[in-house]
């Protein structure tokens, strides 16, 4: 429904920040809850953040609140993430996600998404 492309991954100091971006095509933008999950070594994938279509509202995983924080343009169709007072368990590829429409969006299931960003790897050194 949505393509999804994702940059601004890259290499920081634990306490550094990274801003990610996840630019969308489409102009039905705009009818999508957006999230963003991340996978480290090893481990499953895993929810980090999402808004409503609006951008009304947040919602964060423990982890991350009061470090991340999730926004969107609609009129230029990109999500972002700003990733302050990063830690090293930051390390991970980050993926953006658009909702899937016609069903309940539980916004920190993976699968209440359907279309996905490629990923960006953002590593964390101590």
């Known amino acids: 429904q949505v393509q999804l492309v994702e940059s601004g991954g890259g290499l920081v100091q634990a306490g550094g920040s990274l801003r990610l971006s996840c630019a969308a095509s489409?102009?039905?933008?705009?009818?999508?809850?957006m999230g963003w999950f991340r996978q480290a070594p090893g481990k499953e994938r895993a929810f980090v953040a999402a808004?409503?279509?609006?951008?009304?509202?947040?919602y964060y995983a423990n982890s991350v609140k009061g470090r991340f924080t999730i926004s969107r343009d609609n009129a230029k169709t990109t999500v972002f993430l700003q990733m302050n007072s990063l830690k090293p368990e930051d390390t991970a590829v980050y993926y953006c996600?658009?909702?899937?429409?016609?069903?309940?969006?539980?916004?920190?299931?993976?699968?209440?998404?359907?279309?996905w960003g490629q990923g960006t790897q953002v590593t964390v050194s101590s």
């Open positions: 996600a658009a909702e899937r429409l016609g069903g309940y969006w539980y916004q920190a299931q993976s699968t209440s998404y359907d279309s």
């Open positions: 489409g102009r039905t933008f705009s009818t999508y809850g």
């Open positions: 808004i409503n279509r609006r951008g009304t509202s947040t």
